[in-house]
Every structure is written in C-alpha cells, then in structure tokens.
C-alpha cells in the first residue's frame, strides 16, 4: 500500500505546472537562511514538495538554482522598489530626492536579496567558469538600472549608464556593510550617491 502511494504521489510530482517555481521559491528560503554549501537538493526537493530527481529535470545543479532564485528575487526587489518609490514620490519629492533612500529602505526590509547576491558572488571567485553567467545578470542589472534612470530623469545615454554602474557597486556595498553591521545608519551615505541623480555633468565632461 505504502509503494502504491509512493508511486501515485510521484506521478503527481510529475504533473505540477508550478514544479520549477516551488523549487525556485524553495531555493530562496534556503540558500538565504543556511548558503548554497549547507544547503542539499534533498532539502530544497523537501521544502518544494517534489522528488530529488525531478530536481534536476529543472536545474543541473545547486548552481544554476542559485542563478534561478537571484534572478526572481531581483524581479521581486525591483517591483517593492517601485511601490516604495510610488509611495515617497507621491509626497510632492522628485526620482532624483528620494530613489536611494527607497533602496535602502526596501534593502533593510529584504537583506535576503543581497545575502543571495553574495553567496552568488563566492560562487563566481570559487568557479570562474560561472562569472559569465554572473556578469551576464550585472550586464542585465545595470541596464534595467539605466532605463529607469533615463525614464525618470531625462538623462542621456552615456550618463545614464556611468551613473547605473556607480549605482550598482554602491547599493551591493553599502549592503553588505548593513549585512555585517544591522544596526549601522548608513542614510548619509545613501543621500550621497543620491546626489549623483540631481547634479549637472561638469563642463570638461
């Protein structure tokens, strides 16, 4: 009776739409709490409620789950970003006064989204034949970070895209600074790099 059900329960497995995002959500809890090296593909196949096999039907590995996750988890930032920035915006404050005071906010709320961040980052220094795919997402980041800085501001192009790779350095470190030290204020610093949105090019640029 008991292999019946076993068997059954498989086939069921087998048959979920949401198999990939339930690992992918599994992935999250886990690799955020404990990092990819403690974590096994037991563990997250338990939590998703799929079978070890059917695991590696949607990822090669651990690795590649960790890709996974990095990438929803920053679609999932991105949009609290946006209601965060709806939010301070609607207080009569331009983009430019309050988008990094948003991403702090939204990084001190979430610090998971950068935890994931980091673990893929040692992942990349310890392979190397990761970092492709690692600064495949940075590429992708910072081109998202762009748009949005030249939708809101009207800035143009070249200046755009300096100013979203600052932004992306900046934003990882400061958290990983608030990662080690939680109760560190690091508000002053985050209105610095604000100060990049709103300021004018000098005239040798």
């Avoid at 965060?84 to 991403?103: H, N, P, Q, W």
């Avoid at 979430?110 to 310890?126: F, K, S």
Wanted: net charge negative.
């Amino acid at each position: 009776m008991d292999e019946q059900t076993n068997a059954k329960q498989k086939r069921t497995w087998t048959h979920h739409e949401d198999n990939r995002e339930r690992l992918i959500a599994a992935g999250y809890t886990l690799l955020a709490e404990q990092g990819i090296e403690a974590t096994t593909v037991k563990e997250i196949a338990r939590l998703a409620g799929v079978s070890p096999g059917l695991f590696h039907y949607y990822f090669a590995s651990k690795n590649d789950l960790l890709l996974a996750v990095v990438y929803e988890a920053g679609v999932s930032f991105s949009q609290r970003l946006m209601q965060t920035l709806e939010s301070m915006s609607s207080r009569e404050c331009s983009f430019g006064e309050v988008v990094m005071l948003a991403v702090a906010a939204v990084s001190r709320d979430d610090p998971a989204w950068y935890r994931l961040r980091y673990e893929l980052y040692a992942l990349g220094l310890r392979n190397p034949g990761f970092l492709l795919a690692i600064g495949e997402m940075l590429a992708k980041g910072r081109q998202g970070i762009a748009q949005t800085i030249q939708l809101q501001t009207g800035m143009d192009d070249v200046r755009a895209e300096t100013l979203a790779a600052v932004v992306q350095a900046c934003t990882d470190g400061l958290a990983l600074q608030q990662l080690a030290q939680p109760g560190l204020d690091l508000t002053a610093a985050y209105q610095l790099v604000q100060r990049l949105f709103v300021a004018e090019p000098s005239s040798d640029q």
